[in-house]
């Protein structure tokens, strides 16, 4: 029989400690990288560049908005895909989709080819009324999943 057993139950208790120690490291870490990349993903709306891409956009489909409005009773839809436009602009201001949309953009955040972070985007956007004074907006959608929105025939 062992008479003093007060040092092995010390060294049970340090150990038992570090390993839950351990754990409680590990679960805060992984919790933390998930918040921070949720933080990131907020930084890639509307970016310096991606509005003054977007304002570009704006402005070079400006002439062809009454087309799009169009085609939204026609097709009724509340927003259609621009895909008419010349590869060097897509390539040159590195832009993966573009949507104009009207002010309502449910049908749009239900689209099957848009991603799940982006329906998430734009759900949170589509409920923030501040945003939505515009009754027509571009969505423009970069290769770096990054994305801006631009207003057309606004109320501001």
């Known amino acids: 029989m062992i008479k003093n057993s007060k040092g092995y139950l010390l060294a049970e208790t340090i150990i038992a400690i570090?390993?839950?120690?351990?754990?409680?490291?590990?679960?805060?870490?992984?919790?933390?990288?998930?918040?921070?990349?949720?933080?990131?993903?907020?930084?890639?709306?509307?970016?310096?560049?991606?509005?003054?891409?977007?304002?570009?956009?704006?402005?070079?489909?400006?002439?062809?908005?009454?087309?799009?409005?169009?085609?939204?009773?026609?097709?009724?839809?509340?927003?259609?895909?621009?895909?008419?436009?010349?590869?060097?602009?897509?390539?040159?201001?590195?832009?993966?989709?573009?949507?104009?949309s009207k002010k309502n953009i449910e049908n749009l955040i239900k689209d099957e080819n848009i991603s799940i972070r982006l329906k998430k985007f734009l759900s949170e956007y589509n409920d923030n009324n501040t945003y939505n004074l515009c009754e027509y907006k571009y969505i423009v959608i970069y290769n770096d999943d990054s994305y801006s929105i631009v207003g057309s025939e606004c109320d501001e």
Request: charged share 25%; aromatic share 16%; net charge negative.
């Open 18 to 100: 570090t390993v839950v120690a351990t754990v409680i490291t590990m679960v805060y870490a992984i919790i933390m990288n998930y918040y921070i990349k949720e933080d990131n993903e907020i930084t890639k709306f509307n970016t310096a560049q991606g509005i003054y891409n977007a304002y570009q956009i704006k402005k070079l489909f400006s002439d062809q908005e009454k087309y799009y409005i169009e085609s939204f009773s026609e097709e009724n839809k509340d927003y259609v895909q621009i895909t008419d436009f010349d590869s060097a602009i897509k390539d040159e201001l590195n832009i993966k989709e573009i949507f104009y």
